[in-house]
């Protein structure tokens, strides 16, 4: 008897649940998805993606190398095979990976070999570690996108993903903490007046 009396009480309540309180239920996270960019110098690069919406965090760090620690004394050496880059977690239904894609290649140089603006050297060399097949043909199909637009081959590398390290945590979301520095930094490295030198006619005739 009090078996089904408590049967019958749990019934009971959950029929009479008002829809306000089922709805207060916690719904699953969003589905993420990871891309990672390198462009020079990670404290510019990051400023570039924060802003988008649909993205959820933006982490700098290294990815590249085969050792299995880095730090940026070792990455800066350019010795340990990793660069500096950024690592991207976004919500597919917010935005797409092709969005990102456009951020990354409006925010490099994409015929310097030796680096980034003015940091030269393995670590800076810019490109794009793609995760799993679908990114890899959307990252592969930009380059060529961008290929026909400047009229010209490009220096950027397209490699699958490997371990990424996150970078010392000065270095995350330097723009802001230090954002005095970071303007100088960016003014004195010509990063601006470059980009501008390579993308400026074609986002012009994009806006026509």
């Known amino acids: 008897m009090r078996r089904f009396f408590q ?3 749990a019934a009971f309540f959950c029929l009479a649940l008002p829809a306000a309180a089922q709805a207060d239920r916690i719904e699953p ?18 400023s570039e993606f924060d802003s988008q919406a649909g993205v959820i965090s933006v982490t700098s760090g290294y990815m590249g190398g085969s050792a299995e ?9 350019g010795n340990t095979g990793h660069l500096e880059v950024v690592e991207v977690v976004f919500d597919p239904a917010q935005v797409s990976y092709e969005t990102l894609l456009n951020i990354f290649w409006s925010n490099v140089d994409p015929f ?11 670590q800076y060399a810019a490109g794009i570690f793609y995760h799993g097949d679908a990114q890899k043909e959307a990252a592969e199909a930009s380059l060529a996108a961008v290929e026909k637009k400047l ?4 220096a950027t590398f397209i490699r699958a993903a490997m371990p990424f390290y996150a970078a010392e945590e000065y270095h995350q979301e330097y723009y802001k903490k230090n954002a005095f520095s970071y303007k100088t930094y960016r003014i004195g490295c010509g990063r601006d007046r470059r980009l501008d030198a390579v993308w400026g006619d074609t986002k012009e005739k994009e806006q026509e």
Do not use: H, I
């Open 7 to 9: 049967v019958f009480l």
């Open 29 to 46: 996270a969003p589905q993420t998805v990871r891309a990672v960019f390198a462009g020079g110098c990670f404290w510019c690069m990051e």
């Open 69 to 77: 620690t880095a730090t940026y004394k070792q990455v800066s050496t």
């Open 112 to 122: 310097d070999a030796e680096g980034q603006f003015c940091d030269k050297g393995s």
């Open 151 to 154: 009229g010209k081959k490009v």
